[in-house]
């Protein structure tokens, strides 16, 4: 039983009890990384409604307005350019969901990979107490340790990389970002130069209905200007009418005076019918004539101000519809830049960690070799002992032999002090029992 318990105590007291290798930076990924409810509940999707916006590579038509245009019309506007705009927007945003719903996946795997390399460290670990436990050589131990470093050490490399590609990836966000900002002031000023655009569609409609009111009271005027001249033609009438019943009665007077004079008055009785009668067809094609041009310019003038009221809603409608991609532009943007932040610092926080293990483990490496080069100086200076011993030992058993005394052999070591000096220097290194079957086998 002594023999059984001298090593296990010597091993206790040179190599220690078993090491904790958990350190604080393992137990901090731990925590932080044990939830995985809430490590996906932070990736974030920019999923806006359909009228979001993606990466906008939208192109608007700009409408400027030139000299005053005497007449609108339909044509002036295609409308065409909203539909493309609304598919190329639809397509954009499309593509930016899943480009984010793809940097969420491979977050979530390489939180998966450090939870992995974490259990896996815990196996190493529990193997490493298991072959310290049984007794395994000291050389193995380097080599196995050695063998984990250079394995941490590969898989450190490793995350450094995909940690560089991440921050890659992080850098083309960034970029996409500033392409953003960049598309969100040219969507600024569009919508300022459509607001202009409305205002001088404003100032043509207000125009047009002054114009319209104008030959309104044009319209009026003319309809009582050929009231008065149909009145002025009636009485005309009546008076040549008038005339022409006294040259009857003048005719019937002197008809048997001047016989002659009835041809003279029938002549004049035509011409002045003729007369009468192309003045009253001309003023009236005249006057019906004037009435179809006012007509038709009271038709284009309503026709022209009902097509201005429609483009002013049609701006109205379009302003609306920037305001709303104006505001989920702000919105995507300030959604990705929270996530950018909370990934530097998720970054921060993860490499820091990583560089406290690699700190941790270097010190681990470096205290073992120290252990391990005390504990070769040591394990030499027992074998020295040992040659000595063994050297003193068959000279000592030769004298004895010689004798026959080993009574005397005791009493001679004893006066020298040296066995009580060997059982102090081996019951410190709990070899004590070894070396006394040792001794008590060859006395």
Wanted: proline share 2%; net charge negative; glycine share 4%.
């Amino acid at each position: 039983m002594t023999a059984a318990r001298g090593p296990q105590s010597s091993y206790k007291k040179y190599f220690g009890g078993e090491r904790n290798m958990s350190h604080p930076s393992y137990s901090s990924s731990r925590q932080l990384y044990s939830n995985p409810v809430a490590v996906r509940s932070s990736r974030v999707s920019f999923g806006l409604s359909s009228a979001a916006p993606g990466v906008y590579a939208t192109r608007t038509q700009r409408l400027r307005s030139s000299a005053p245009m005497p007449r609108l019309s339909s044509e002036t506007l295609n409308f065409s350019l909203s539909d493309a705009v609304n598919s190329e927007f639809k397509t954009n945003r499309t593509n930016e969901k899943a480009q984010m719903q793809s940097l969420n996946d491979r977050f979530a795997s390489y939180i998966e990979k450090v939870r992995f390399l974490e259990q896996q460290n815990k196996i190493l670990q529990a193997e490493l107490e298991q072959l310290r436990g049984k007794g395994t050589s000291r050389s193995r131990i380097g080599d196995l340790y050695e063998d984990e470093m250079r394995e941490l050490r590969r898989q450190v490399d490793q995350l450094t990389n995909e940690k560089a590609r991440v921050e890659v990836h992080r850098d083309n966000l960034s970029d996409d970002v500033d392409r953003l900002r960049e598309k969100l002031q040219e969507e600024m000023m569009q919508r300022e130069e459509s607001e202009s655009t409305m205002q001088s569609f404003r100032g043509d409609v207000d125009n047009a209905a002054l114009s319209r009111l104008d030959l309104e009271r044009k319209v009026e005027s003319l309809q009582e200007e050929i009231n008065f001249l149909k009145k002025l033609h009636d009485e005309e009438l009546l008076e040549l009418q008038s005339q022409v019943q006294v040259s009857q009665q003048v005719q019937m007077d002197i008809d048997v005076v001047k016989p002659d004079l009835t041809g003279a008055l029938r002549d004049v009785r035509s011409q002045y019918e003729n007369l009468a009668s192309k003045n009253m067809q001309e003023s009236d094609d005249w006057y019906k004539s004037k009435f179809a041009d006012l007509t038709d310019s009271a038709a284009r003038n309503n026709e022209s101000l009902r097509i201005a009221k429609q483009e002013v809603n049609d701006y109205r409608r379009q302003v609306q519809a920037l305001t709303c991609e104006i505001d989920a532009l702000k919105g995507s943007n300030e959604s990705m830049e929270r996530q950018m932040r909370e990934m530097e610092e998720n970054f921060s926080m993860e490499s820091s960690g990583y560089q406290d293990n690699i700190s941790g483990m270097e010190e681990d490496i470096r205290t073992m070799k120290d252990e391990m080069a005390r504990h070769l100086r040591e394990y030499q200076d027992l074998l020295n002992v040992k040659m000595a011993l063994d050297i003193e030992i068959a000279t000592y058993r030769k004298l004895l032999e010689g004798r026959g005394e080993i009574a005397t052999y005791r009493k001679l070591l004893e006066g020298r002090g040296e066995i009580a000096t060997y059982r102090k220097l081996l019951e410190g290194r709990g070899e004590i029992a070894t070396y006394r079957k040792l001794l008590e086998g060859r006395g």
